[in-house]
């Protein structure tokens, strides 16, 4: 019974190919641009989520707290309270922090000989690779007393080498930022695209203490990244340097912090969140199309009845029930989406996996999830029983004389 009303919708639908496919085009487009949307969401969450991974579970980040100004508030580093001291009396007085970082970032032009290059100024400790687990490819890091004596010194980002200095060797070669000259001492190893939100490796590296004399005329830092000893010490750590910072700040019982200590899994489920409502918005976008397809796989379904009219009265004169009427002409429904959705699902699995060929979007990583490809499949069958039945339902309830009289 099923597969004969599966041969007679097939040879139904044949009958007018341009027709057919035309319909299928909204659910094959409809279900090719979520799956695609969608992958490219999951691909930015991944990519998010390995950033993080390669930092290590046991960093901290310790940044000014939001300022509110007649009732406006500024934003995470609204306070400029984070002093060199501070970063010191981390070090030295929690038990579970192994290493800092003291953080103040700038942006400035860069100029070697006839080149210049707009780029991130990152105020570090010496200990920064140690911190942001980051290798050296060229060179060195600038030590301990090159920090405390402000020397001219930098280490540069793989994009700023490339930019500037192409395949040479930077390596004792001097650059101009803001005007003053830097020496530079080594490059850092490339860690790539932030999942398609700029690069990490677009920026040079300084010690904290030039930056703040030379670059910024600045008195305070702007961060402190600190590495607890262990993943397991972080919340103990966490825990040592908000009460180090109160008493240091005088910060009374009940009072807001003029600080704020964030670990990577708080900064990584933001990040994940936020990526999360922008899949869902994407698959929502899309999603659209397949209304649109649902809707057109309607319109021609009622054309088909209309044209048929007299078939459907020599079926039921001949003993067809208003069932199996329904049933044919749902099938067909069913067949136009199902089989839009195969294809929709081929088409949106394939530009996932070209978007890497494209020079623009090359940078963007797409995740097809196996479970979305599922629930794109199950959606076009449902789309052809919700929107092909009540043209079945139409067709069923002819009466057999008048559509036999139907000219």
């Known amino acids: 019974m099923l597969f004969r009303i599966l041969r007679v919708s097939l040879r139904a639908l044949s009958r007018n190919k341009m027709r057919t496919f035309l319909t299928m085009l909204g659910i094959i487009i409809g279900v090719g641009a979520v799956i695609a949307m969608v992958s490219i969401g999951a691909g930015a969450k991944a990519a998010v989520e390995s950033r993080f991974a390669a930092m290590g579970t046991n960093l901290l980040f310790v940044s000014g707290a939001s300022k509110r100004v007649q009732g406006v508030h500024s934003g995470f580093g609204g306070f400029q309270t ?38 991130s100024i990152q105020g570090t400790g010496e200990r920064y690779p140690d911190v942001r687990k980051w290798e050296i490819e060229l060179g060195t890091y600038f030590d301990e007393s090159q920090v405390r004596g402000a020397a001219k010194v930098c280490v540069l980002g793989a994009d700023v080498k490339k930019n500037l200095f192409e395949d040479a060797d930077p390596i004792g070669q001097t650059i101009r930022i803001k005007k003053v000259p830097f020496q530079i001492i080594g ?13 990490r490796d677009d920026m040079i590296c300084v010690p904290y203490t030039t930056c703040m004399k030379r670059l910024q005329k600045a008195e ?29 700040h005088r910060i009374m019982p009940g009072s807001d912090d003029d600080f704020q200590v964030q670990d990577m899994s708080e900064i990584a489920e933001g990040a994940a969140d936020a990526t999360n409502i922008l899949t869902l918005l994407l698959g929502s976008i899309a999603s659209i199309s397949l209304l649109v397809g649902g809707i057109g796989i309607m319109n021609i379904m009622l054309v088909s009845v209309t044209e048929r009219i007299r078939e459907i009265g020599i079926r039921m004169s001949i003993g067809a029930r208003e069932r199996d009427i329904l049933l044919q002409f749902l099938a067909e429904a069913i067949v136009l989406s199902l089989v839009g959705g195969l294809l929709g699902i081929a088409m949106g699995v394939g530009v996932s996996k070209l978007l890497h060929y494209i020079p623009i979007f090359a940078t963007i990583k797409t995740v097809v999830s196996p479970s979305w490809v599922i629930m794109a499949f199950l959606i076009s069958g449902s789309i052809g029983v919700f ?3 009540y043209p079945a339902r139409k067709a069923s309830k002819l009466d057999p004389i008048e559509a036999l009289r139907y000219e």
């Open 187 to 199: 490059v850092l190893k490339s860690k790539g695209q932030s999942g398609g939100f700029g690069s």
């Open 387 to 389: 929107f092909g039945f």
């Open 220 to 248: 305070f830092l702007s961060s402190i990244d600190v590495s607890a000893v262990s993943s397991t010490q972080t919340a103990l750590a966490k825990q040592e340097i908000a009460e180090l910072l109160r008493d240091r």
């Open 82 to 119: 984070l002093t060199v001291e501070d970063a010191q009396a981390i070090l030295e007085r929690c038990p579970s922090v192994e290493a800092i970082s003291p953080s103040v970032s700038t942006r400035a032009q860069t100029i070697y000989l006839n080149k210049n290059w707009q780029t």
